[in-house]
């Protein structure tokens, strides 16, 4: 499903203050089943982004529009939360099957589908645990499973290997891959690495600081199926220092901004 | 419990050299840790006391050896009073827990989720918490008369505070992460109520359950001291006042055994239900 974001706009009102303008007149288009990863500064607004596209809050101005259709709900997307967001009273495979919970799915049924999507994340074995007993990359195999599970349009990740230790980060980046190559969901990636960007991403997204907006949109020309041995691409380095410049760039007129803003 | 991965929170690490066979400090933690193996010290007490009795150190006149406690027990029993008396007051602390703390989590849970009802009672219950309930049983005899219903009453006011305190907070607190992803997942108000803030809620109320339990208890047993004519507290006062000391620690021990029993059976049940909030990391 394409995903149209026409100049939205999103500003905090701060007691005393000046309204924070975090995200002013952004627009970008996603097209369906491709996969784009975001970069920019700490604090630039992405998680905004995100929680715009993911219907938790409306813009102030401008619209998302999934297919043409201009959607309010965050019905189209999934979520896969940094922190994993499982619940802790609930065994794995209610965790899993909470969309088709709470859509009406009965009991049996919707811990069938809870258990495929299990399986396709390779962790079947733990459907019984609950997430403290797990460690955090199987906690996120089970937020992927989730977001899979309440069978999304689009799905969005909000930094979802950032928590994790860089070995378990390479395997469930590949696990990603293999999964999002069978499924073709469009998918959203907020990452803060260069790396996992160019192997994850079709395109990368280089945001400003606030009020943020887009400064780069590189095509990554890597094929499919990619494996974690892009990194042995020339061309890797080469988009790797360039995307760099771009986010150091954005990163220090972000904290020029900020430092102007407490001076001031 | 069986499938528990690389993140243990329970087991000891030891540095340094260990003896064979030798299970070190944690094990006889655990057991001192347990509900019967907090008896220990107490049972060392009581022999203590029944050794210093026999020896002559220690008066009679005020602390009667244990064993002699005991005997008066028995004695008591087989006349019958006591299971009545015990049967009474075990009655008037389940209704007046049930009085206090029923409402108790309504309101606390009404505090936690709408704002009004929050700013209507919070001053009421900032200026009512504060007082020793105790006090108000003058005033519940006034209102009540003499009987089990101002114990009862009293008992009720004083679960009461702890049980609304917690509900409302256990609510406050939820898990805001948890109620986004069930926003996104497409969930409802009223799903987000029941399915998030009030399952995550419960840790919280039950444990505002597990004072409320204690504080009936000390409610009745302080109405009966004061104002009853029956129950077990009722009894431990007479004997107090006709000096029948023996009497007096053989149903101050039934007391202290009511309240054993009722942390016990609280804690086990938290234990059973709420065993997700140990090692909880966010």
Not at chain 1, 201 to 226: K, M, N, Q, W
Not at chain 2, 177 to 186: I, K, P, S
Request: aromatic letters at 8%.
């Amino acid at each position: 499903m394409r995903v149209e974001i026409d100049q939205i706009s999103k500003s905090y009102r701060i007691p005393d203050a000046e309204p924070l303008r975090v995200v002013e007149g952004l627009s970008a288009t996603i097209e369906e089943g491709e996969f784009v990863c975001i970069i920019g500064p700490s604090g630039c607004g992405k998680s905004t982004l995100l929680g715009m596209l993911g219907g938790l809050h409306p813009p102030d101005s401008g619209a998302v529009r999934f297919s043409g259709r201009r959607t309010a709900s965050g019905e189209m997307t999934s979520i896969v939360w940094q922190d994993y967001a499982l619940i802790p009273w609930r065994s794995i495979v209610d965790n899993v099957a909470i969309a088709l919970e709470l859509r009406g799915v009965p009991k049996r049924e919707r811990r069938d589908i809870a258990m495929e999507h299990l399986k396709t994340m390779g962790i079947e074995a733990f459907a019984k645990s609950r997430p403290q007993q797990l460690s955090g990359g199987m906690r996120q195999r089970a937020g992927i499973a989730r977001a899979l599970a309440s069978d999304p349009e689009v799905l969005l990740m909000d930094e979802p290997f950032a928590a994790v230790d860089a070995q378990t980060r390479t395997l469930l980046q590949e696990e990603l891959l293999s999964v999002w190559e069978r499924h073709q969901k469009t998918v959203l990636f907020i990452t803060h690495g260069i790396e996992e960007a160019l192997l994850l991403a079709d395109r990368v997204l280089v945001l400003s600081g606030r009020p943020t907006r887009v400064v780069e949109d590189l095509t990554v020309p890597f094929a499919r199926p990619r494996t974690a041995d892009v990194v042995q691409d020339p061309r890797f380095a080469e988009l790797k220092t360039h995307l760099w410049e771009r986010l150091r760039d954005a990163t220090l007129a972000a904290e020029w901004a900020e430092a102007k803003e407490v001076s001031a | 419990m069986s499938t528990t991965i690389s993140e243990k929170h329970d087991e000891t690490v030891v540095y340094g050299p260990r003896k064979r066979g030798d299970t070190g400090p944690s094990r006889a933690f655990r057991v001192m840790a347990s509900p019967f193996g907090s008896l220990v010290p107490v049972f060392t007490i009581l022999v203590l006391w029944q050794l210093g009795s026999e020896a002559g150190w220690i008066d009679p006149t005020f602390f009667p050896a244990p064993l002699d406690c005991l005997a008066a027990l028995r004695d008591l029993a087989s006349e019958g009073d006591l299971a009545s008396s015990i049967w009474i007051t075990v009655q008037r602390i389940l209704t007046g827990f049930a009085l206090g703390v029923v409402p108790a989590i309504v309101v606390g849970i009404a505090m936690g989720l709408v704002p009004w009802v929050k700013v209507i009672i919070d001053p009421v219950i900032a200026i009512l918490y504060p007082i020793p309930a105790v006090a108000m049983l003058p005033l519940l005899l006034v209102i009540f008369g003499t009987g089990g219903t101002p114990i009862i009453v009293l008992a009720g006011i004083i679960s009461f505070f702890p049980s609304a305190v917690n509900a409302m907070a256990g609510v406050q607190q939820n898990d805001q992460r948890l109620v986004q992803m069930a926003r996104n997942m497409g969930a409802s108000r009223t799903q987000i109520l029941w399915k998030i803030v009030l399952p995550g809620a419960l840790p919280s109320i039950f444990a505002g359950i597990r004072l409320s339990a204690g504080l009936a208890l000390l409610g009745v047993i302080a109405g009966e001291f004061l104002a009853g004519s029956d129950g077990i507290g009722s009894l431990t006062w007479q004997y107090w006042q006709v000096y029948q000391i023996s009497n007096m620690y053989a149903t101050l021990a039934v007391i202290a055994a009511m309240g054993f029993g009722l942390t016990t059976v609280t804690l086990r049940v938290q234990r059973r239900f709420f065993n997700w909030t140990e090692g909880t990391t966010r």
